[in-house]
């Protein structure tokens, strides 16, 4: 795989989980918390659900593998690319930190137990 299709990859893998973790929050938000079941989720929540369980894994492992292409000359010759990759990172980073937060373990309460 080239370092340009590695870097794209980043950008689209970060790009799904955050645009993911938005639909959960839209979701939560704009959903009466009795409408959802309590023993299985409806289908159109099971993105949500997989995303705010288990996105942290991915989101972090891509927000490490991110970081030093942001460092790297070769990345940031292209602004294109660079930019890209500066804002999926960013996103990710802000998804991850909303995880970390109390509103975050709301949203993974509500999805998850």
Known sequence: MTAGRLLWTLVVIQGVIVALYGYAAVAYLTS???????????????????????????AATALVVAVPGLASPRVREDRRRFTAL???TTASALVLAVMATPPGWVLFDWYVS
């Open 86 to 88: 500066a804002v999926a």
């Open 32 to 58: 009466d918390a009795g409408f959802f079941p309590e023993q299985a989720p409806p289908v159109w929540a099971w993105p949500a659900v997989a995303v705010v369980g288990l996105g942290f894994v991915p």
